[in-house]
Each structure stands twice: as structure tokens, then as C-alpha cells.
């Protein structure tokens, strides 16, 4: 079992430009949550994705958008991006039946300059 | 915001000392409180979890102690060993769907 695989591990952008990132959740796991953390802090809800449905969302503005395909993978767009979406963004995929156990990929280090 | 306060921010303990890092939430909506492990370059990894109906959860060296009342919750590293070096968050359960709020982190350095 490969787990929670997120690419890419770092990318660098500069201000002004859209990103995407991408997760693919633990087999038979069919939730996904995005979270941002900031260096130094704990991780902070962007939003989940069920169903390829977007669940609920976290104090994100619109810039922060995403997506969830029929085989439950996902990504996390982030347009004009400014200076302080500097972050380790993080997937996390959980079962339905089971949401509260959540499982975290490594996650994508941006650097927006 | 948080709304789940961690401390300390950093420990320092010998090799074979006990860490013991608290939380304090707000919103208890939802009875789950998991603390997650993570190392450096590393997204996080559950480390342990308790639900409220038992004040004690104990897995190996990793003890939850849990204050219903206070609204509190800690966890215990016995027997501190250099491998659990690393940044530990308590996360608080906010619904039914799995939406976490996480502590700041506490970074825990074991010294040999």
C-alpha cells in the first residue's frame, strides 16, 4: 500500500501566478482533506472533498480552489498567488465510514517569491 | 486560528526523561483527540488518539491523559528516546465529516 502520495514535493513560483498540486489518496480511502501549514505552525483546514463534491471549507479565500476526480485523487488550485501562500500544503485521506482517521502525505513545499 | 492551545512550543529532555506536552481546546463538538508525529520533510503521522469516555489512553511509551472538565488533554512520552525527536501536534475533532483543528506544535528534542 503506497499510502497518501502528493505531487509535486517542492515547487517554486512567483507572485501574481496559479499553481496546482495533487494527491492520491490511501487505497480504499475515499475522502480528502487539504490542509495548509506554515512554517512553525500547525496544520490549518482548507477544505475536504467527498464524492467529488466539496464537503465543506475552512477560512480560505475563493483563490483556494480544488477538485475531486472519480478515482478519489484530487487537487488543490491556489490562483494569484501572493507571498504569504508560502506553506507545506498537505493532503489527507480518510474511508467514509471512518472520517475522523485521517492519513497525511508528505506534502508540497511552494515557495512563492 | 487555533483554537487549540499547545504547550510548550519546545522541550529539551534527556535520554530515558518523560515529555509531556498539554493542550487546551475550545469547541467540543466532537469527542476525538488525536496527537500526530512529524518529522522534519515529513507530513504527519497519528501517533496516538482518545475519545473521552476513558480519562487514560496508554500505547506503549505514549500515554493521553484527558480532563473532560478543563477541556485539557496531554500526552506523556515515557522512557524518551533520541528517535522521538520531532514536532508533535494534538489535533481537536470539529464534526462529523473529519474537520481537525491543530495545536501550534510542540518540537521535542531528546538528547542522548
Known amino acids: 500500500d503506497a499510502g497518501v502520495t502528493q505531487s509535486p514535493t517542492h515547487l517554486i513560483k512567483t507572485r501574481g501566478q496559479q499553481v496546482t498540486l495533487r494527491c492520491s489518496p490511501k487505497?480504499?480511502?475515499?475522502?480528502v482533506s487539504w490542509y495548509q501549514q506554515a512554517l512553525g505552525q500547525g496544520p490549518q483546514f482548507i477544505f475536504q472533498y467527498y464524492e467529488e463534491e466539496e464537503r465543506q471549507r475552512g477560512n480560505f479565500p475563493d483563490r483556494f480552489s480544488g477538485h475531486q476526480f472519480p478515482n478519489y485523487s484530487s487537487e488543490l488550485n491556489v490562483n494569484a498567488l501572493l507571498l504569504g501562500d508560502s506553506a507545506l500544503y498537505l493532503c489527507a485521506s480518510s474511508p467514509s465510514v471512518l472520517q475522523e482517521t485521517q492519513y497525511f502525505g508528505p506534502g508540497t513545499r511552494l515557495l512563492v517569491l | 486560528q487555533q483554537q487549540v492551545k499547545q504547550s510548550p512550543q519546545s522541550l529539551i529532555v534527556q535520554k530515558g526523561g518523560i515529555s509531556i506536552i498539554n493542550c487546551a481546546y475550545e469547541n467540543t463538538a466532537f469527542d476525538y483527540f488525536p496527537w500526530y508525529q512529524q518529522f522534519p520533510g515529513k507530513g504527519p503521522a497519528l501517533l496516538i488518539a482518545i475519545r473521552p469516555d476513558v480519562s487514560e489512553k496508554k500505547e506503549g511509551r505514549f500515554t493521553i491523559s484527558f480532563n473532560k472538565s478543563a477541556k485539557q488533554f496531554s500526552l506523556h512520552i515515557m522512557d524518551s528516546q533520541p528517535g522521538d525527536s520531532a514536532t508533535y501536534f494534538c489535533a481537536s475533532l470539529t464534526d462529523s465529516w473529519g474537520k481537525f483543528q491543530f495545536g501550534a506544535g510542540t518540537q521535542v528534542v531528546v538528547t542522548p
Open positions: 487505497s480504499g480511502h475515499d475522502t
